[in-house]
């Protein structure tokens, strides 16, 4: 018998039909990857499963854990299930954890609420930690959770789902913003779990490389159905259904670079050292202090495309802010067309001809302003522009989208599309320069392949500069010219990015390009 039986499942929201009759099973011992696109019911699934479901929403047919039908428990009766039969993972641990509570006590909480004594929840909860590779030496369970990277956090997240060691496990992308490294050590970490405690996974992802490296099974979900199941290796060598090509299609994505066209520099770096205080351990301790960033070198020409990866922590961002001019340099100098870059000046020229594409559009749009007035928002950097909506009409149709959105709210686009729109609001003052920090790590892989066509297209067409951070190598092979690679606070290697892929010389390099999921080098040819 199946651990977990889902059978012709449908799930109304109000008016709305959002699962369509979905059936899967997993048995005991098994990897069960469920993939598909932001929308396609993932989530949802795996909501009904742990009845996490929304208010309002009304589930219909069978989810049997075990043989009992947790569509016909009451809640009471779910929240004995919850931790003790199965446990979940969520995508962002630090919305999951309670800011102000200590990571043991909430790994602990797990096992108080179904009857441990405290004494024995903690020191369980300390196991438990350790087991998931938080040695109590390093990392106590006194700490809190911004104290710990993003890839602890996710531990402590794994730690809470199986303290109580359930039957079923369900992780909705847990390891999607995190570094190669990172994530291969998560799934390393849940692959070991599995085998150890005999329990069912049920992996949501839409990272297709990472579902051949781990999964036994998998099945594509579209539009609320599954759409195709099978053996891991049978879909990725059959793909029968249409939509699972386009979505092989799309993780093997290439964009047309175009020729490598750069002349004279545009920015430089020389020396550029970032420090940060430390606390002090008294008040009358010497206040010591942290180096993010280690005497870095860079210089990028007009045109050129380059690209920046490295581990979580390894100075990628603080690096950024300085060349941004968003933070002063401890040490060292840049510049941008031989002017200096200065945190705090007041130089709008210099503002313009550089720009940002983050990785969250929604977060840096202010909601109540229409798209016009976001997308013109950096023109106050430039003089004399005697037609600003004709300017507006402009980049937005260079994006793919219509001038006629510029009176549309920003909610009424999606997360591609809102991506569009930022990289129209850096366009807008026809910078020199444009960084994208993590532009298209939260993309579904069909949009974030139209995104780096867009890229890559504005590169060919208008000569544009840029600096791609990611942690994504795969993605940043195919959108660059010449990649950096960043560990500790240096740049220790810095070639061609084909040169580089074909063979590394840095030990570090080497590290990351063996912890990246890769396709099966057939199915990529053939997509």
Sequence with gaps: MSLLSVETLTLRIGAKEVLHGVSLGLDPGEILALTGESGSGKSMTAFSVMGLLPQGAVPAGAIRLDGTDLLRLSEREMCRFRGQAMGMVFQEPMTA???????GDQVAETLRVHGTPRAEAEARAAETLARVGLDPERIP???YPHELSGGQRQRVGIAMAVALRPRLLIADEPTTALDVTTQARILDLLKRLVREDGMGLLLITHDLAVVHGIADRLAVMQGGRIVETGPTAGVFAEMRHPYTRQLFAASAHRAE????VT???LLEARGVVRDYPLPRPHPFAKRDSHRAVKGVDLDIRR???VGLVGESGCGKSTLTRALLGLEPPTAGTITLGGAPVRAGAKDRHLRRRMQAVFQDPYGSFDPRHSVGRLVAEPLHLADNIPDREARVSEVLEAVGLSPDDA?????AFSGGQRQRIAIARALVTRPDLVVFDEAVSALDVRVRAGILDLIARLSREEGLAYLFISHDLSVVRGICDRVMVMKAGEIVEDRVAEDLFAAPEHPYTRELLA???????????AS
């Design 303 to 305: 045109g050129e495309r």
């Design 407 to 411: 009176a549309k709210s920003i909610h």
């Design 141 to 143: 369970p006194s700490r």
């Design 263 to 265: 002349h004279g520099p």
């Design 515 to 525: 912890a990246a999921p890769v396709l099966p080098e057939r199915e990529r040819e």
């Design 257 to 260: 670079l175009g020729p490598r």
């Design 97 to 103: 954890l309670n800011p102000v509570q200590r990571i």
